[in-house]
């Protein structure tokens, strides 16, 4: 039988630990609280293998009214020796590492550790300044690493040979401002020559940089030969780099996003993101401010959109400082995900290091203490332990509606049909509009009012030329663009 204990007062935790001294959090973690002294939380094994685990979870501890003084140990067997855990607060800045966060107003311990290589138990144990243990029970995973508000996460494409001198100047300015970098390589040798992979390798070594598959040849969908693309890229990235202590399990290294070039994605690209034990893709589409579905059947997160694209590409990005500040203040306002995407080379190609907007905006997200900051993997690494479980604060609960998102269409390029998938948070008057390359509309395919949902509607381009088109949307006050490909 499966217990959950979901905390809502210390008394309540404290008596869930005495009742019931073993119950499952979820599906994949186990935790066994001993009389209140001590608490072990076991992984499966199979998730452990695939996946290594080694950025630490944030684990709730409940603590006795009045507590002071105290301090947090782990460990990993039972015949090792206890490690007391940095004891941080909320005037520390830190990411990603083992750590105790302690909540006297609360009565809450926050916890962050990571599991060993060798083991799937971790053990936690609170105790008084005079090494006595304390009272303490299990209260769940916290939604953000050490309960943080809101979290920023930056992605970047086309990382090989031809742009690699823009990726490591972008990363110097990310770098500065303790922002991780989510990086898409390009994997093939015709793309990435031995000169490009010490490259990478220097950057990964210097910190705040994740190696991640953005394909082997960067080719529109359909791929000619898709597990070459899709697994062939993990493999060179495997291969060819040392990946971090954070991004490894013993000698067993992992790639953990999928950035589909484009933005496009299909069946059969999704099949070997599965395959080959991706956490998630991560599209294009705007306006995406909160965690994808977890596909039981795949075994992975539904692809991922971002917040917004920093730049000035002729596809579409945004270089407006009011536009960009704005939307992160929504963002952390809700509580939710901000991810920035951009392109080196395009922020290189229009100047915009040092045309204010860029180094301005860095500026106005990065280092508070309130926000966690990480790689878009280890975001979702994180993720695969805490989703199934309900989340509830010692406070009350913030409920985030969903946020606006339009998909780029599927097929592209396509003949004649091809899907458009959007999101609205609001019930709104809809409008969907096919536009030519010189934007003079061709056809409305929505024009009513929806209420708050996701929705797909085809459009059928037979009786029109191959070319380059654009689909726009406006709801209430948002409005999106995306560029989409007849081929016939």
Request: hydrophobic share 35%.
């Amino acid at each position: 039988m499966k217990i959950f204990c979901i905390k809502v007062s210390v008394l309540t935790t404290l008596l869930c630990s005495f009742l019931y001294p073993q119950y499952y959090l979820n599906r994949k973690i186990a935790v066994s609280d001993e009389a209140g002294n001590q608490i072990v939380i076991t992984v499966d094994s199979t998730i452990h293998e695939n996946y290594g685990l080694k950025f630490p979870y944030t684990y709730k501890i409940s603590i006795s009214q009045g507590s002071s003084g105290l301090k947090a140990f782990r460990k990993f067997f039972n015949s090792m020796n206890w490690s007391q855990l940095p004891d941080k607060t909320v005037n520390d800045f830190f990411n990603g590492i083992d750590a105790v966060r302690f909540d006297y107003t609360s009565n809450i311990a926050y916890v962050s550790a990571a599991f060993h290589s060798v083991t799937d138990s971790l053990f936690i144990k609170i105790t008084d300044n005079q090494n006595n243990n304390v009272l303490a029970g299990f209260a769940g995973i916290c939604k953000y690493y050490d309960n943080r508000k809101a979290v920023v996460t930056c992605s970047a494409d086309d990382w090989h040979m031809h742009f690699s001198n823009y990726f490591i100047e972008s990363l110097i300015y990310f770098r500065q401002y303790n922002l991780w970098v989510t990086a898409g390589i390009v994997t093939d040798s015709g793309w990435c020559d031995n000169q490009t992979w010490q490259q990478i390798q220097t950057q990964l070594n210097l910190g705040f940089v994740e190696a991640t598959s953005h394909s082997r040849n960067h080719l529109f969908v359909p791929y000619n030969n898709t597990e070459y693309e899709v697994q062939g890229s993990k493999e060179d990235i495997i291969n060819n780099l040392n990946l971090p202590s954070l991004f490894k399990r013993g000698n067993k290294e992992y790639v953990y996003v999928w950035i589909a070039p484009y933005g496009q994605y299909n069946d059969s690209i999704d099949y070997y993101v599965s395959k080959n034990q991706y956490l998630t893709s991560r599209l294009t589409n705007n306006n995406y401010y909160i965690f994808s579905n977890w596909e039981d059947n795949k075994n992975k997160f539904a692809a991922v959109g971002v917040s917004y694209e920093m730049g000035e590409a002729s596809w579409g990005g945004v270089h407006d400082l009011d536009t960009l500040n704005n939307t992160f203040n929504t963002v952390f306002e809700k509580g939710e995900i901000y991810h920035l995407m951009f392109h080196p080379h395009v922020l290189n190609q229009y100047n915009s290091w040092n045309d204010g907007y860029v180094i301005d905006h860095l500026q106005h997200i990065s280092n508070r203490k309130n926000i966690w900051y990480v790689g878009l993997g280890h975001l979702y690494l994180y993720r695969l332990l805490e989703y199934d479980e309900p989340q509830v604060s010692v406070d009350d609960e913030i409920v985030l509606m969903p946020s606006y998102f339009f998909e780029q269409n599927y097929p592209n390029p396509f003949n004649p049909l091809t899907k458009i998938k959007y999101s609205i948070q609001n019930t709104e008057c809809v409008t969907i509009k096919i536009l030519d390359i010189l934007g003079n509309e061709i056809e409305t395919i929505v024009n009513e009012v929806k209420p708050v949902g996701t929705y797909e509607v085809t459009w059928n381009a037979a009786n029109l030329p191959s070319g380059v088109y654009f689909y726009r949307i406006r709801a209430g006050s948002f409005i999106d663009t995306k560029k989409m490909i007849l081929l016939k």
